[in-house]
Structure formats: C-alpha cells, structure tokens
C-alpha cells in the first residue's frame, strides 16, 4: 500500500517540563489524516490512578496503540505500586517482545511527579536531560523551546504553554489547542 493512497495519521505535539517539584505534561489536540485535519480537540494527556496514586501520560501515535499501552501500564502499576520507572521498564520490555505489541506505534510520556519518562516501542525508558522530554511530530520543536526557556524564572506550566506555542507557530500537525495536567513529586 502506497502512502498516497492511504496516508498516515498524523499529528500531536506533547511535552512534559519539571520544574519547582512539578511536572506539567501538555499535548496538542490536533489529529491529520495526510493533508487534512480530522480532529483539533482530541485529549491526548491522560490521569491514571492505578492503586491511588496518580500518574501523568501524554501519548503522540496511534491513539488505538496509545490507549492499549496505557492499559498496560495501569497493570503493570499496579503490580508495582509507586515503582514507576520499575512498570515503564516491565512495559516496554513487552511492547519490546511480544508479537503483538511491537505492532504498537505510538511513545509515551509519564510521570507521578518526581519522574519524568520517555517510553517507546524500542525498549526505551528514557528519563531526559534539563527537566525536559517532548514527542511528536513538534516534539523538536517544543523541546528546543522549552530548553531555551528553562533559562528563565517561568513556572513548568507557563515553560510548556510557550513551547506548545511555538511548537504550534512551526508545525503543521500540531495545533494550539491544549489539554495540560499538572502533578506534584
């Protein structure tokens, strides 16, 4: 199947910025099927609260993928309870593994307030440098401007809102329609 005649989905800008013993994760709402906007108000940033505790998770993909994935991760957090980097890591050696979920496209970002992730179908667990992680189709985008404003006194959340902006201003697939989850470490 050529990809001009069955474009792929694109779309979504998240990032996550901690910052001051917080952690805002914010994602854009716009999905793109090729040339074309399906959606600009999709919810793509997440609260989970496996066995009370809460977690932050903004997914850039497929969101069918994406939604299968953050099932299995409530499971693995609840097998081990406040151990996140312990369930990311048991998360992506299955996606990594199984027949079935290396199917999977889609990357995460999560955090419970004190650790912030990357996670992907590769295996990765990746907790980033400077305090800040961003995926997506603007995900460079929105990380090169969250880096740069790291550099001022700004709040995580105000560090996010002005990098999914800019993220926004430079990329076709993401939009300035935001969903934004605030936690505490």
């Known amino acids: 199947m050529s990809e001009d005649r069955f474009p792929g989905w694109h779309g979504t800008t998240i990032i996550g910025v ?10 854009d709402g716009q999905v793109s099927l090729g040339q074309t906007v399906i959606k600009g108000t999709a919810r793509k940033v997440r609260r989970l609260s496996p066995g009370g ?3 932050v998770v903004g997914f850039a993909g497929s969101t069918a993928d994406a939604f299968t994935l953050l099932e299995r991760l409530e499971k693995k957090l609840d097998a081990a309870p406040g151990q996140l980097t312990r369930a990311c890591v048991e998360l992506a050696k299955d996606w990594r593994t199984d027949k079935y979920l290396q199917k999977l496209e889609a990357m995460l970002i999560v ?3 004190k650790t912030l992730l990357v996670v992907t179908g590769a295996g990765d667990v990746l907790e980033p440098e400077h305090d800040v992680a961003a995926i997506g189709s603007g995900g460079n985008f929105a990380l090169a401007a969250a880096r740069g ?3 001022t006194d700004l709040p995580a959340e105000d560090i996010a809102r002005k990098a999914m902006a800019i993220a926004a201003d430079i990329c076709v697939y993401t939009n300035g329609n935001l969903t934004v989850e605030s936690i505490r470490g």
């Open 18 to 27: 901690r910052r001051g013993g917080e952690v805002v994760v914010a994602g």
């Open 53 to 55: 505790r809460d977690v």
């Open 111 to 113: 955090t419970d307030g």
């Open 149 to 151: 404003l790291m550099e």
